[in-house]
């Protein structure tokens, strides 16, 4: 988890109003242009209608998922109907719906193209059964542990590639391999395109596509609520039934043929080192990506919040139904979770429902699918691709966090040139560099005065200062004083090699025979103890929250004193002298707390010591 502070989770609070906040009042009570059902009742007109909404925008969806995946487009259809009623009618997300998930489609793509399709089926299985357990032993959470500039990182890694890859089928073209290749042969595709009337047919057909998703919320009235996806659908299948007009169409065959229950011999390959990473790569992968969806879609409506470990289960049961299938994985999808929202559904039952549709149109009217045009379903996806790169949010990240700008450039660099997996564990890797070293501020200032020389250290005394803490150490015992003072009583996190370097530096300076005092951080249980064996006056007692006594201000008499870093501490007072620095230090309160995380900037108290670390 990302960021200088650590937060308390607390239960979103309900809207006023809505219908997660009175059970009597029914689930269609909330905003969103539903009407409003009877008293304790649902509002099932509401709920057909956003359920064929929603169906219009998967089913195209479904297809170029399949098609972008590498493997019969029935499957697609085969995976949102297991989305709808699996999953749909499972707890965990109301509103969400899932379904084949472009995000996958390249990592399923490189996994057919590796293993074959048929043990698609047994890595799907094996990751379904993985998000079970991780359900069971409740880690749904977890997945909300992680930098907000890995996330986008990772989702712009997915879009980016993406793109590029449907930029081929979207011109009736086959892609050259990698997505560097695919970014690489971009001109040679242009050039074929020019130089192919059927060619440049097809790619017109995906560049309308492309412009109707986003420019359709602009068209006023009601047609508007017709998905732009069936609009550029129906204007392909159109176009392709022109005379002269060959562009490449959908071939689609039987869902109960293209069902490929797991046999022994598929599983057996779980023996194999590449087929059990592709399970667990999976298993990452579709259980962050549905997770992450929930947080968003929990952010679009009023009504119940996502329960993150009934939501994996429910994940987690559809992908061991798909797997059983030789289907695609499953996740939540975005596109259809929003587009279910915005048509006013309250329950689980429109995204149930659509998976009702689904089923019924690829069994009953198979012979329409056969008409869209692959490009027009390529254009789809390059939009989506689009949506998941959002390049408006690198000049935000930039603005917001420079830091975390880095990590979001390195994650989608990475993915774009390796794979979505190790681009997604070198994000996380520098989401915590970047964390620990904020969370290492640290000041370390030396002072010298008559025959002491004193080492003040403030802030988070980690592993990651140790060589400024050394350096500071170093110039205290050259200094030749035959007394060294370490004041640690402003350090707020003091870990173990930080303090084994301390416990070192003491005992060989008086082995050495020189006068070591350290002023350490106490535990609260000691407090009360050294208190009554060290009285002090009450104006004297460390209050928390009090302001710290400042160093004396004015010249020093030994001169000039040297600086780990930054400036030198003020001088000492008018009257040249300055206070006994060995003499017992105040005791802290048994209230004060000593050992805890903080990045903050140094409060003012020690802002005199010099700049933070």
């Known amino acids: 988890m990302s960021g200088a502070h650590a937060r308390r989770r607390s239960r979103p609070p309900r809207a006023a109003g809505s219908g997660a906040e009175d059970p009597k009042r029914g689930a269609g009570s909330g905003t969103g242009g539903a009407r409003t059902p ?11 209608t956003a359920s064929l909404v929603v169906f219009l925008v998967a089913l195209p969806l479904c297809i170029g998922v399949a098609v972008a995946s590498g493997v019969p487009a029935e499957l697609g259809i085969v995976s949102g109907v297991v989305g709808g009623l699996v999953v749909g009618a499972a707890r965990g997300s109301t509103l969400q ?21 048929a043990a698609l089926g047994v890595i799907v299985l094996g990751s379904g059964v993985l998000q079970i357990v991780l359900g069971l032993v409740r880690l749904g959470r977890m997945f909300q542990a992680i930098s907000l500039a890995v996330v986008q990182g990772m989702l712009a890694g997915i879009g980016l590639p993406l793109m590029f890859s449907q930029l081929y089928p979207m011109s009736d073209a086959k892609a050259p391999g990698t997505p560097v290749e695919n970014i690489a042969g971009v001109p040679a595709l242009a050039a074929g395109v020019a130089a192919d009337p059927q060619a440049a047919i097809a790619a017109g057909l995906g560049v309308v596509t492309i412009v109707l998703s986003f420019l359709w919320k602009k068209v006023p009235g009601p047609v508007r609520k017709i998905p732009a996806a069936l609009v550029a659908v129906g204007i392909g299948i159109a176009v392709a039934a022109l005379p002269g007009v060959n562009v490449r169409t959908l071939r689609v065959g039987d869902l109960a043929d293209a069902v490929d229950v797991p ?47 009934s939501e994996l289960l429910a994940q987690g049961a559809g992908n061991t139904v798909a797997g059983l299938l030789g289907a695609l994985p499953v996740t939540a999808v975005v596109a259809r979770s929003s587009a279910n929202v915005q048509a006013g559904a309250r329950t689980r039952i429109s995204r149930t429902l659509h998976g009702v549709w689904l089923l019924a149109f690829a069994l009953l009217l198979p012979q329409v699918l056969a008409l869209i045009p692959i490009s027009v379903l390529a254009g789809v996806l390059v939009h989506s691709g689009w949506k998941l790169f959002a390049p408006e949010e690198f000049p935000k990240m930039w603005r917001a966090d420079r830091a975390e700008f880095a990590v979001m450039t390195l994650t989608t660099a990475v993915i774009t040139v390796t794979a979505l997996l190790e681009g997604v564990l070198v994000g996380l890797l520098a989401g915590v560099v970047v964390a620990a070293l904020r969370m290492s501020q640290a000041v370390v200032r030396l002072r010298t005065a008559d025959d002491t020389a004193e080492v003040v250290v403030a802030g988070n005394a980690t592993f990651l200062r ?109 009257d040249g002298a300055w206070p006994d620095l060995v003499s017992p230090s105040p005791v802290p309160g048994p209230t004060s707390e000593w050992f805890y995380l903080e990045t903050r900037p140094l409060p003012h108290a020690h802002g005199t010591y010099g700049r933070a670390g």
């Open 466 to 574: 140790l060589p400024r803490l050394i350096e500071g150490l170093e110039q205290a015992a050259a200094s030749g004083r035959p007394r060294i003072r370490l004041d640690l009583s402003a350090v707020t996190h003091l870990d173990h090699a930080c303090r084994t370097q301390i416990d070192e530096f003491t005992a060989q300076q008086r082995g050495a025979g020189v006068l070591v005092d350290v002023l350490m951080p106490r535990q609260a249980d000691e407090q009360p103890q050294q208190a009554a064996e060290h009285p002090q006056p009450a104006a004297q007692q460390r209050q928390p929250g009090a302001e710290q006594p400042r160093p004396p201000s004015g010249p020093s008499p030994s001169g000039p004193s040297p600086s780990v870093d930054g400036p030198s501490w003020p001088e000492s007072g008018d």
């Open 97 to 117: 719906v899932s379904g084949p998930a472009a995000g996958l489609a390249a990592l399923v793509a490189e996994t057919v193209a590796e293993h074959g399709v």
């Open 38 to 48: 009877r008293k304790g009742g649902v509002d099932l007109g509401t709920e057909i």
């Open 263 to 309: 046999g022994p011999g598929q599983f057996a390959l779980l023996a194999d080192a590449g087929i059990v990473t592709a399970v667990l790569t999976f298993t990452v992968i579709a259980s962050a990506e549905s997770l992450f969806t929930a947080a968003a879609v929990d952010r679009m409506h009023s009504g119940p919040r996502t329960k993150y470990n």
